[in-house]
């Protein structure tokens, strides 16, 4: 009987971490749509600001140091 309890008490610890992992974003929970849309603008405007400021990014100049030494 003691090895019983030991050996579901084993499984129950080692398949915890599993099952908290399982109710992160893979749940089956359904989302409320008016969050995920304005998640998706907000994401939106984030990534066209991020690539805006990319361009703003002044070319650099390729330096040779060695380039009188040569």
Do not use: C
Request: proline share 6%; aromatic share 6%.
């Amino acid at each position: 009987m003691r090895k019983l309890i030991g050996v579901l008490a084993a499984f129950t610890v080692l398949t915890a971490p599993a099952y908290a992992q399982a109710r992160g974003k893979g749940s089956k929970r359904p989302e409320n749509t008016q969050q995920s849309e304005d998640k998706k603008k907000k994401d939106a405007a984030a990534e066209k600001a991020y690539k805006d400021a990319l361009h703003r990014i002044p070319e650099q100049k390729v330096s040779d140091p060695w380039a009188k030494m040569r």
